[in-house]
């Protein structure tokens, strides 16, 4: 295998593959090979799609050979496994859903094979999508490839452990709260949630509707930017797909930031925050500052709520999603049982996982009789003091800068038992969510060796302030050459 082939960036490979330095197949072979040398070990995948992978990259050679290539033709990438693909299991890292191979594609994954794009496989991830860790896949925890003792983050765990470790040029996430932001920035690399409604959940299996969004992780802030320009765009198969026809955001690719103003928010320097995260914010800031941003304090007060508003509304939309496990039409059903209830419930015992039965019953209980107000309608009100809070801020300010995870990558198994410090994780991650505005995590910097990372926040589709100032700091910086030692 060669090690500098695994180690490009999409849009270097695009290069080489253009100039006839590389074919397609030597590019998937080398991320097959280097995805068999490690993955035992890294385990950011959860079915590898050999056979498909060279069968399509075989395709692309012969797309690029006749001068038709998109910019993602003949690139290997992997899927997080709760998007759907036809004909490829999508398992959700569930029991639920471990022998569900898909009638159809997710409409990202229509357009990348469109494209031309190589999938390798299906990347692990938190069952469901419900976690910060990739511990609670059901099958096997995903290990950091820069600590393999630490967790990646989550619930996009297996995308930035594969990116991140050279078995994928790129992958797909979802974020809810923070999945693909917070493991992207604990494993050094790229991590991009849209605009809501700029990229189609047709074919994403559910968690919570008003909060999910599909992004690319990416090792460099060029390959984000190439990928969204791929994936983004009105879907009339989503009720929630925005009628808004994407720019090419690669024209936002400027290096200086003269008249950007960036706010930064007092609220976001949270209790609890370690101080090589600080530190490494506060230098990136002085950075932007250097290229020529006006940097001012931004406030948003009820930034402390957003955790327990979003507890409140992603259960509760969890808990009526996957109501549609039953054991009747598709997944795992139990058969050893004396009714259809009894059938019933001991297949939601046996096909979830602890946490996901934990969100279920937390959003069951605020959907109940007598308690909606007080919880579901009351946490709906304060979203929209959330939202509103943002708008305010944005009128000031052309993006909000804060880090993205309060802490580096932990170790395995050390915030397993106690829920409250694993939802603390998502703190700084989460109101974009809420809000429905994009953010994006490039890597800052190390502390004790692990990396760290400057989340960047825009007004609804304002994607391309927050990709110059993203692609500013990191043309400023080296931190996004950074690779761990495998």
């Known amino acids: 295998m060669d090690k500098s082939l695994v180690n490009l960036t999409a849009h270097e490979a695009r290069d080489m593959l253009d100039r006839g330095d590389v074919s397609s197949l030597e590019l998937t072979e080398a991320s097959l090979e280097r995805i068999e040398e490690i993955d035992d070990r890294v385990k950011a995948f959860v079915t590898v799609t050999r056979n498909l992978a060279l069968e399509q990259a075989r395709e692309a050679d012969v797309r690029i050979a006749e001068g038709n290539a998109a910019p993602l033709t003949g690139i290997p990438m992997q899927l997080k496994d709760n998007i759907c693909t036809h004909g490829v299991p999508t398992t959700c890292s569930s029991r639920m859903l471990e022998e569900f191979v898909p009638p159809y594609d997710a409409s990202v ?108 992780l990416t090792r460099d802030v060029r390959d984000s930017v190439i990928v969204l320009n791929a994936i983004a765009g009105h879907d009339p198969r989503d009720s929630t797909s925005i009628e808004f026809q994407p720019p090419d955001y690669t024209a936002a690719l400027k290096t200086d930031l003269k008249g950007m103003r960036i706010g930064v928010p007092k609220e976001y320097f949270v209790d ?126 052309d993006a909000l800068v804060m880090a993205t995870s309060p802490t580096t990558a932990f170790k395995l198994g050390e915030k397993m038992d106690d829920p409250v410090q694993m939802y603390l994780n998502d703190v700084l991650t989460l109101p974009a969510n809420i809000a429905g505005i994009p953010g994006i995590s490039v890597p800052s910097g190390l502390s004790n060796g692990l990396p760290t990372g400057l989340q960047i926040m825009a007004k609804p589709l304002g994607e391309e302030a927050m990709f110059r100032i993203a692609y500013a700091y990191e043309q400023a910086t080296d931190w996004h050459n950074m690779t761990p030692e495998l």
């Not at 990739?134 to 393999?148: I, M």
């Not at 992603?314 to 004396?338: H, I, M, T, W």
Request: hydrophobic residues 35%; contains cysteine.
């Open 109 to 216: 994954a229509e357009r990348l094979r469109q494209e031309g794009a190589v999938l390798v496989g299906k990347g692990n991830l938190d069952e469901f999508a419900m976690g910060s860790s990739t511990e609670n896949s059901a099958f096997f925890p995903t290990h950091n490839p820069w600590d393999l003792e630490r967790v990646p983050g989550g619930s996009s765990g297996g995308p930035a452990a594969a990116v991140a470790s050279g078995e994928a040029f790129f992958s797909l996430g979802s974020d809810t709260g923070g999945s693909i932001r917070q493991p992207g920035s604990l494993c050094g690399i790229v991590g991009m949630k849209p605009t809501y409604g700029l990229v189609s959940r047709y074919g994403l299996i559910a968690f919570a509707s008003s909060l999910d969004q599909i992004g690319p």
């Open 272 to 397: 609890g925050m370690e101080s090589g995260v600080e530190e490494a914010t506060r230098k990136a800031i002085d950075v932007l500052k250097s290229l020529g941003a006006e940097i001012g304090e931004a406030s948003l007060p009820h930034t402390s709520y957003a955790l327990a508003v979003y507890y409140i509304i992603a259960p509760s939309e969890c808990s009526a999603n996957l109501a549609r496990y039953d054991g009747v039409k598709y997944g795992f059903s139990e058969q050893d049982a004396d009714s259809m209830w009894d059938a019933y419930e001991k297949t939601r015992q046996r096909g979830f996982g602890p946490e996901v039965k934990r969100r279920i019953m937390l959003g069951t209980y605020a959907l109940s009789s007598g308690y909606y107000d007080a919880y579901y309608l009351k946490a709906q009100q304060v979203r929209t003091i959330i939202r509103q809070e943002f708008e305010s801020e944005f009128e000031k300010f």
